[in-house]
């Protein structure tokens, strides 16, 4: 039995009172197999015995707990056998690395050249195309990277948020003062004044407008 343990380390049991049925999977890419239905004659019996005690008042009751403790008795190897067969069927539909012991499915993950699985002996081509792949993403990850995206991007004229240089509280792009001590924001954009008189643009430091004279 040392066989059947090794090939069903990688099984469903899907068995059931009505039957046994199991699904077996590759060791590789989980690719699987059913095994066919087996009827346990045992639990079709109990539930024939349990459904005649349901249409007789319960006459049956005791008979169809009777069987139902029989099955219980005899279920471990009926079980058993069940899985036995269904083990000889499987392993037609999976081949055995004699490297690593795993069972592969031999359309996926059987290299028949090597005679081995393909986690022992990978597939030249498939090799090749999987680490082309790998490198691709690594050299366009690495190119990404290196290009600058955000050189076009203001982070620190208007639009950013200032820190005050006294108190360092956050200083708004358009606050003349900061609002936790009042000290002059000297980030803060100034608007151009005009003369009076003539229009013409003047200068915070300007005292005279260069247009017409006038005292500003």
């Known amino acids: 039995m040392s066989n ?3 090939f069903v380390a990688n099984h469903d049991d899907l ?5 046994f049925q199991f699904k077996f999977y590759c060791d590789k890419c989980r690719n699987g197999h059913m095994s066919r239905f087996q009827i346990n004659k045992m639990g ?3 539930s024939l015995l349990t459904a005649a005690g349901s249409l007789f008042g319960g006459m049956f009751h005791d008979a169809g707990n009777a069987a139902y403790q029989m099955q219980r008795a005899v279920g471990g190897p009926a079980h058993d056998e069940a899985l036995k067969s269904a083990v000889l069927e499987g392993k037609q539909f999976f081949k055995q690395c004699t490297r690593c012991g795993h069972w592969v499915c031999p359309d996926v993950c059987w290299n028949g050249k090597a005679g081995l699985c393909e986690d022992c002996a990978p ?3 498939e090799e090749l195309a999987s680490q082309q792949a790998q490198a691709a993403r690594e050299q366009i990850h690495t190119k990404t990277r290196a290009q600058d995206y955000t050189q076009e991007l203001d ?3 208007r639009g ?6 006294t108190c360092q ?3 708004g792009p358009d606050q ?7 000290t002059p924001n000297a980030a803060a954009p100034t608007k151009e004044k005009f003369c009076a008189d003539c229009g013409t643009g003047v200068k915070a430091d300007q005292k005279f407008c260069a247009g017409c004279g006038k005292s500003q």
């Open 123 to 125: 597939d030249e081509h």
């Open 155 to 157: 982070f620190v004229g």
């Open 4 to 6: 059947m343990i090794q």
């Open 176 to 182: 003349k003062f900061c609002p936790g001590c009042g």
């Open 160 to 165: 950013s948020i200032g820190q005050c240089r």
């Open 169 to 171: 509280a956050k200083l």
């Open 44 to 46: 079709m019996a109990t």
């Open 15 to 19: 068995s059931t009172d009505k039957g």
